[in-house]
C-alpha cells in the first residue's frame, strides 16, 4: 500500500516517515478567505512554527496559500500544476477553502477558477483541480463551513449548486494514505483548532500521532 498497511485489527498505519511535505491551501473556493485571515492569528501552533521548522517531530513543511504568498501569477500556481501532475518529489496535504460549485449545471462560462491552461489559456475551475490533485493528495481538509457543508452558498435556489467537499468527492472518499476527508467547520475556524488539525497530520507522518492511524 506503499506508505500505508493494514494491522491485525484492520486500522490503517504509516510504515513510513515522510521527510518533507507541501500544504497546498486553495482559497478558489466560493468564501470569502475569512479562514486563511484566521489562521495569522493562530500561535499555538503558528503558521510561523511550521514553516520555520520550530515544531518537533514534523516534515519540513512548505505552505502555499495565495493570501500569504509573496509568489504570484504562474509562479504561485506551479506547485498545484507539479503536484497535479505527479511531478513533484514530495507529498502534499490539499486543503480546500470555500464551497465548491456544479460546473455541469449550466451550458457557458464557470463559476470559479484558479490559475489558467498553459495550452489552452483557459481558466482552470476549481472543480478541475480538485479533480486532478484529490487522487494524489496525502490528505484533504476541508476548511471552513463553506468547505465542509457547501455554507450560505449552497442554500436552495443559488444558481451556483454549491456544496460542500464531501457531497463532491463522496462521504467515503479516502487519500492514497487512507485517510477520510478532514472537516474543520466553522466560519471562520477557531485559528488554533486548525493549525492543530494541521499538526496532528503532519505528526502522522512522522508516527508520532496518537491514535490508531500511526501505530
Same mark, same amino acid.
Given at each position: 500500500?506503499?506508505?500505508?498497511?493494514?494491522?491485525?485489527?484492520?486500522?490503517? /498505519?504509516?510504515?513510513?516517515?515522510?521527510?518533507?511535505?507541501?500544504?497546498?491551501?486553495?482559497?478558489?473556493?466560493?468564501?470569502?478567505? /475569512?479562514?486563511?485571515?484566521?489562521?495569522?492569528?493562530?500561535?499555538?501552533?503558528?503558521?510561523?512554527?511550521?514553516?520555520?521548522?520550530?515544531? =518537533?517531530?514534523? =516534515?519540513?513543511?512548505?505552505?502555499?496559500? &495565495?493570501?500569504?504568498?509573496?509568489?504570484?501569477?504562474?509562479?504561485?500556481?506551479?506547485?498545484?500544476?507539479?503536484?497535479?501532475?505527479?511531478?513533484?518529489?514530495?507529498?502534499?496535504?490539499?486543503?480546500?477553502?470555500?464551497?465548491?460549485?456544479?460546473?455541469?449545471?449550466?451550458?457557458?462560462?464557470?463559476?470559479?477558477?484558479?490559475?489558467?491552461?498553459?495550452?489552452?489559456?483557459? &481558466?482552470?475551475?476549481?472543480?478541475?483541480?480538485?479533480? /486532478?490533485?484529490? &487522487?494524489?493528495?496525502?490528505?484533504?481538509?476541508?476548511?471552513?463551513?463553506?468547505?465542509?457543508?457547501?455554507?450560505?452558498?449552497?442554500?436552495?435556489?443559488?444558481?451556483?449548486?454549491?456544496?460542500?467537499?464531501?457531497?463532491?468527492?463522496?462521504?467515503?472518499?479516502?487519500?492514497?494514505?487512507?485517510?477520510?476527508?478532514?472537516?474543520? =467547520?466553522?466560519?471562520?475556524?477557531? &485559528?488554533?483548532?486548525?493549525?492543530?488539525?494541521?499538526?496532528?497530520?503532519?505528526?502522522?507522518?512522522? /508516527?508520532?500521532?496518537?491514535?490508531?492511524?500511526?501505530?
Amino acid at each position: 500500500m506503499g506508505d500505508t498497511a493494514v494491522g491485525r485489527t484492520g486500522a490503517v /498505519r504509516n510504515t513510513t516517515t515522510i521527510k518533507a511535505i507541501d500544504i497546498l491551501w486553495m482559497t478558489a473556493g466560493l468564501g470569502c478567505d /475569512r479562514n486563511t485571515i484566521a489562521m495569522t492569528g493562530a500561535t499555538q501552533p503558528s503558521i510561523e512554527d511550521f514553516v520555520t521548522g520550530a515544531m =518537533p517531530w514534523i =516534515p519540513k513543511v512548505k505552505f502555499y496559500n &495565495p493570501f500569504l504568498a509573496c509568489e504570484n501569477g504562474d509562479e504561485f500556481v506551479k506547485p498545484f500544476r507539479d503536484a497535479a501532475e505527479g511531478k513533484s518529489d514530495r507529498p502534499f496535504i490539499l486543503v480546500v477553502e470555500g464551497s465548491i460549485p456544479n460546473e455541469n449545471n449550466k451550458t457557458e462560462g464557470y463559476w470559479a477558477s484558479f490559475g489558467t491552461d498553459p495550452l489552452t489559456g483557459q &481558466p482552470i475551475t476549481t472543480c478541475e483541480w480538485i479533480d /486532478r490533485l484529490a &487522487p494524489k493528495a496525502w490528505a484533504i481538509i476541508a476548511a471552513g463551513t463553506c468547505a465542509t457543508y457547501g455554507g450560505i452558498h449552497a442554500i436552495e435556489g443559488n444558481p451556483t449548486g454549491c456544496m460542500g467537499l464531501p457531497d463532491y468527492l463522496g462521504w467515503k472518499w479516502k487519500s492514497k494514505a487512507q485517510i477520510p476527508i478532514v472537516c474543520v =467547520p466553522s466560519c471562520p475556524v477557531q &485559528p488554533d483548532n486548525m493549525m492543530e488539525t494541521i499538526l496532528y497530520l503532519l505528526y502522522m507522518t512522522s /508516527r508520532r500521532a496518537p491514535g490508531s492511524f500511526s501505530r
